[in-house]
């Protein structure tokens, strides 16, 4: 008999049956399960129709909280199609024994390119160059940027030290820029090997000149970046964020940059989205906000939605995932720990 696995019911009724719809993730689950969409207009609503499910995957939509994850009577598995997991109730899941997998290494390369574009863009202040042509004052660009250092030579800070840093770090290094890290739960060693200088959180605050953050959304992480954070950087620095957007203390943002204790901003993620429109942060000429797309190409989906499955497709079949959030939970299943061949090992192998 097959598994059952919940999907949220997308907002907009689709005229496709389901089979077709989830073409991508059948791929891997097709021999072993159906998929099933239940209503995710509450919590309520969406545990009556997954409470017998042997899997749930989610990307989007309704938190996957304590409340559901205890009324669930079967479920092995809740598998996330995205880098980020704070959709999910991690801890509960934890506790319930139910494993959770990602896709940490689908559009690394994507999210890196992004993140040097908004800092390139940033840096060069491109918004509000574009504007000046805009508004017929050609003039006043070059002496907007002759007060702004050229890249080369300049401090790169990484907040976090995985996947996306780590091609971030590769790809600034063809701009000249000194790149730091920190990170504590990375050795010296694996940064050392990327030419990249381990250092101190205040000591990235107070020597970066570009700041990019990159570490996954947790109670340690929400609002790292706050007032007093704002406070140890350097008045000409410029922050990146194509992370977890609640990472910043937004408020604590807008203060830096309205007191000039920052120079700007490059953004692809913010607390709330899409944001406010009276949101200060859209007025400045000094931040550049894209819609959280770095991860964004014409692969992204395809790919995203062929692993998630994939990874679901392991666990119902009694197998480790190649992606496990919270491994700790791994050995009290029953799950088969085996090595995937050379090419199921993902973009890095």
Known sequence: MKKKVVVQLPPVAKEAPVSARYALELEALSEVADIVEVDGASPESFLEGARDADAIMTSWGIHINEEIIGGLDQCVVIGVGSVGVDMVDVDAATRAGIVVTNVPDVFIEEVADHTLMLLLAAGRRVKMMDQLVREGRWY????????????????????????????????????????????????????????????????????????????GLNAQTRGMMNDAAFAKMKSTAVIINCGRGPVIDEAALIRALQAGQIAAAGLDVLEQEPPDANNPLLAMDN?????????????????????????????LQGKWPLSCVNPTVLPRTPLERWQPYPMDRGPNR
């Not at 964004?296 to 499955?309: H, I, Q, Y």
């Open 287 to 315: 931040v550049i906000i894209t819609p959280h797309a770095a991860s964004a190409t014409t692969r992204m989906r395809t790919e995203t939605r062929r692993r998630n499955g994939r990874e679901v497709a392991l666990v």
């Open 140 to 215: 006043e660009g070059r002496p907007i940027l002759n007060h702004v250092p050229r890249l080369w030579g300049q401090t790169l800070g990484l907040v976090s030290f995985g996947h996306v840093a780590t091609a971030v770090a590769r790809r600034a290094k063809a701009f000249g820029l000194h790149v730091i890290a920190y990170d504590p739960y990375v050795s010296e060693l694996k940064m050392t090997a990327e030419g990249v200088e381990p250092v101190t959180f205040d000591e990235l605050l107070e020597r970066s000149d570009y700041l990019s953050v990159h570490p």
